[in-house]
């Protein structure tokens, strides 16, 4: 389900205030990596740096195929790796869309050539994205493919989710939805309220998520099957996640490190950086997004990595695309925005980062035991560094975060046995 490029497994010794929360582990200790794999772990005198297990990215956009002037496997992956992944989830809405076994074959034997960190690839719900005719599931999953998605786009019909619902149980892949209703989207820009009205913005209401989440959830109900909500932004939204999830549905769900950051307000400036799909929202929002992220309602952090040519996105913004960069600043973005300030505690932004993901999608949890393949991120959570458009490995500079100094930084990664990246 994962896939990278061969290549030696590393032998290495890290040490310091080993934190992983899912383990209940927090202690200086001094872990020894022999041939990929954890030999030993000892304890060890204080250290300023933090090790935890590495993170996992269910939700990063790799342009490939179709806009590698966009970004490539080998930079999406090279991005990842400083960002302190060990595993990442692509999405199918490339040029071509991942809907049939030849296009994923050809990702998955490319990835083994240039991923530097483990990959996986999503294929698509719905032929070429189109939303009239179900993708071939049960041959894509026997290729490959991690997990089903129209990502870009809602599944429009409710009939056609209803059989992706109970063709995925045949698959036996799970399903992840981007959940808005267009007719209610359209021509929006920003979120409905306040600042939108006040800049002349066209309005994009919280119902065009929490409308098709709410439908998604009660098909999900009705058929007895599992699903994933992406990027959830509204607090109708989580409310109705919340519902589900009292009433048995199993859902899961994850939240972008701009949602929980952000709110609409940064839209006033205009910048295209701050243009996303959902869009930022209320500070109601963001509270309800943040409590969700504390009691486990949501269970994940996924960057939603979009990355855009600098000409794309050096425009006015209604005419800007959605989406922004992610996969290098997520951590310290969180430390710096939440965790410093209080709102969030370091041991859950670790969690939600790493094993949350991980379970969600079944994917191998990093574990920070004997015997356990490396998988790790070592963190200096007093490093100040500014970030600037020529500091990124990934080919696409459009972040929200150019020009803000953070505080907090991954300055080693080890995924899949490997030392993937040192600061």
Not at 40 to 67: K, M, N, Q, Y
Not at 284 to 308: K, M, N, Q, Y
Request: hydrophobic share 45%.
């Amino acid at each position: 389900m994962l896939f990278s490029r061969n290549g030696r497994s590393d032998s290495l010794t890290l040490e310091g205030r080993v934190l992983a929360p899912a383990q209940g582990i927090d202690e200086c200790l001094r872990i020894t990596v022999t041939d990929g794999v954890i030999a030993a772990i000892e304890p060890a005198a204080a250290s300023a740096l933090v090790i935890a297990p590495a993170f996992v990215d269910p939700h990063v956009h790799l342009r490939t195929p179709g806009r590698e002037d966009e970004e490539t496997l080998r930079s999406g992956t090279e991005a990842a790796a400083a960002g302190g992944y060990c595993a990442i989830l692509a999405m199918p809405n490339t040029e071509p869309v991942v809907d049939s076994a030849a296009v994923l074959g050809a990702l998955i034997e490319g990835a083994r050539v240039d991923a530097l960190v483990p990959t996986g690839f999503m294929a698509s719900i719905s032929k070429g994205q189109g939303g009239q005719e179900l993708s071939e599931m049960a041959e894509l999953a026997s290729a490959g493919a991690a997990a089903f998605t129209d990502d870009g786009k809602p599944v429009v019909s409710a009939g056609l989710m209803r059989r992706a619902l109970q063709y995925s149980a045949l698959a036996g892949r799970p399903l992840a939805l981007h959940c808005e209703e267009r007719a209610l989207s359209k021509g929006g820009q920003a979120h409905e309220g306040r600042v939108s009205a006040e800049i002349g913005l066209g309005p994009y209401p919280s119902t065009a998520e929490s409308l098709m989440v709410e439908r998604d959830l009660a098909l999900a109900a009705a058929e007895e099957r599992p699903l994933h909500l992406m990027h959830l932004s509204a607090r109708e939204s989580v409310h109705a996640l919340r519902r589900a999830r009292d009433a048995g549905v199993a859902a899961t769900a994850e939240v972008t490190p701009h949602h929980l950051c952000l709110t609409d307000e940064a839209v006033r400036s205009l910048d295209p950086n701050h243009k996303m799909n959902p869009p930022l929202r209320s500070e109601d929002d963001r509270s309800a997004l943040l409590e969700a992220l504390r009691d486990g309602a949501i269970g994940a952090v996924a960057t939603d990595h979009a990355p855009h040519a600098r000409h794309e996105k050096d425009v006015p913004f209604e005419d800007a695309p959605f989406g922004v960069t992610g996969l290098e600043t997520s951590f310290a973005a969180l430390h710096t925005y939440l965790v410093v300030p209080g709102e969030l505690t370091l041991e859950t932004v670790l969690e939600r980062m790493s094993t949350g993901p991980a379970r969600t999608f079944g994917l191998g949890e990093p574990r920070i035991e004997t015997g356990a393949r490396a998988n790790l991120v070592a963190l200096d959570l007093e490093a100040e560094w500014k970030v600037t458009e020529n500091g990124f490995r990934s080919l696409s500079a459009n972040s929200w975060l150019l020009g803000k100094t953070l505080r907090g930084r991954v300055v080693r990664t080890v995924a899949d046995g490997r030392e993937v990246f040192v600061a």
